[in-house]
């Protein structure tokens, strides 16, 4: 059975109530177990690191920290963060919900795809002269790039709206390039012989990385900043599918967002493992694009795969580990994110009969397990109505559909 009990099968794929919007809630800090903890249930906590100044950050709003949490009966990191909580994103707009869907998959891979990075003069400064050149949206845009390592400008976009920036997409397109020059992000460009023009992205730059790193933006293996000497040192290069891999991730997460999906918890390229090293060791762990929390009970792995040969053989390996990890019962008992479910495995295809492609390749491979069922999305079911996006394949090649819980105390803000 599945391993979502949040996830509610239902017949045909009806359409998905209009997502509304609510009122930005204030900053809690949320214990392993769900429950907000108070300032003295923190102090029980017996916090033995903590982000310097988070007092002070707190106050003035500041929106991420980073804290290790130790616990009777052993150690446990928990990652406290605003910007993987989903009712910091809550500034939904009638102009988010119309969200033209595309014919055609964008983030589907193109034959003889390269990457191309954009030059512009740059503008030296220190971290000092950044700070006050630098006003609160474009911070926002900061954070945004930083935590999800690689967006389109309309991803920017709507992940700045959703937090409360009231910004045009053409004013945007400016603070970009300021923020280019300033050496905080940089933009590059995917290139197709076979497109009439390329698909802009941004990341981050030198003088951004720092920048968050002074301020608590909080990044790991999945999300983390290296520079180019470095990647080209150590063979660390991103190629076009990987890039668009994690642009996926990023539209699921923002899909669910928009469609006002009820949620705890989402993360970009994050790893699900269990405390234990030598089980991460013996790959007990699998890093997915996107993961969200619904509930306690409910954790949703999600997996992008382009339709490229090498893909296949990195999703066996994966699978393989994730079977590994939801049949150990060593994970309910301690895990990175302290979750007290398996996650469910959920493969995000460029199409219906790209997962179609998938789901044969697996019960070739024998990584297919009715017990262990995997579920299955597609690109253009996440850019809206995201809450009927999930699907199960049947033995005949008909689709069993799953809804996500919405919420139900929302309203749509004016433009």
Not at 114 to 128: D, R
Request: hydrophobic fraction near 35%; aromatic fraction near 8%.
């Amino acid at each position: 059975m599945i391993k979502a009990n949040a996830l509610t099968l239902i017949k045909g794929k009806p359409q998905a109530p209009d997502a509304v919007a609510r009122g930005c809630q204030d900053i809690v800090i949320r214990c392993s177990d769900g429950t907000d903890a108070v300032p003295g249930a923190v102090e029980e906590l017996a916090i033995c690191r903590v982000v310097r100044a988070f007092l002070e950050k707190l106050s003035q709003k500041q929106v991420c920290w980073k804290t290790t949490c130790r616990r009777k009966g052993g150690t446990e990191m928990i990652t406290y963060s605003a910007l993987n909580d989903p009712g910091n994103y809550s500034h939904i707009t009638a102009e988010l919900l119309n969200t033209r869907l595309p014919e055609i998959p964008a983030f589907a891979v193109r034959p003889e795809e390269t990457i191309v990075p954009t030059f512009i003069p740059y503008w030296l400064m220190n971290t000092e002269e950044l700070e006050a050149a630098l006003d609160d949206t474009d911070r926002t845009v900061l954070e945004a790039v930083a935590l999800s390592k690689y967006l389109t400008s309309l991803q920017i976009y709507e992940y700045i709206t959703l937090r409360g920036c009231d910004v045009t997409r053409p004013r945007l397109r400016k603070r970009l390039l300021k923020l280019m020059r300033f050496r905080v992000i940089q933009e590059k460009e995917l290139h197709s012989p076979s497109a009439c023009r390329g698909m802009k992205y941004y990341q981050l730059n030198s003088l951004g990385y720092q920048y968050a790193m002074l301020h608590g933006v909080p990044f790991h293996m999945g999300n983390r900043y290296v520079s180019y000497t470095r990647r080209t040192q150590t063979g660390e290069i991103d190629t076009p599918c990987d890039v668009k891999r994690i642009l996926v991730g990023n539209q699921i997460v923002l899909g669910l967002l928009k469609s006002g999906a009820r949620m705890q918890r989402f993360g970009i390229m994050e790893t699900l493992r269990p405390d234990d090293p030598e089980l991460t060791d013996k790959g007990c762990m699998i890093r997915t694009a996107a993961n969200v929390r619904l509930n306690a009970d409910s954790i949703l792995a999600y997996e992008v795969v382009r339709d490229l040969p090498k893909t296949y053989e990195k999703l066996a390996d994966k699978v393989s580990r994730y079977y590994r990890l939801v049949h150990n019962e060593e994970y309910l008992r301690g895990n990175f994110h302290g979750d007290h479910a398996w996650p469910q495995l959920i493969i995000c295809g460029e199409s219906f009969e790209h997962n179609r492609k998938i789901a044969a390749f697996l019960k070739e491979q024998g990584l297919w397990k009715v017990e262990d069922p995997i579920l299955f999305t597609e690109d253009l079911l996440n850019i809206r109505d995201s809450l009927s996006s999930i699907y199960g394949l049947n033995d005949d090649g008909s689709r069993s559909w799953y809804s996500l819980p919405g919420r139900q105390d929302q309203n749509v803000q004016s433009a």
